[in-house]
């Protein structure tokens, strides 16, 4: 046996790859209400404005009706 289990496998034979995500490549980068993401990676997918995770659609690089700028010192 070569010591791969079933995903390991799948991912192997379906070519997905899993990559990491942050706030840097959303639309979030700069929004008022993203979380610290730098130290736990979780926080990529949360916000101050949504009560769970964040839309898919955001998730994906795509746009968020809740974004707000936040102003630069």
Do not use: A, H
Not at 38 to 53: D, F, L, P, R
């Amino acid at each position: 046996m070569n010591g791969m289990n079933g995903l390991d496998r799948k991912c192997q034979r379906d070519k997905l790859r899993f990559v990491r995500i942050s706030n840097q490549d959303l639309v979030c980068r700069d929004c008022l209400y993203r979380y610290d993401d730098s130290v736990i990676w979780g926080n990529t997918s949360k916000c101050e404005m949504y009560e769970t995770v964040k839309p898919s659609t955001v998730i994906d690089s795509g746009k968020c009706d809740l974004y707000d700028k936040e102003e630069s010192l």
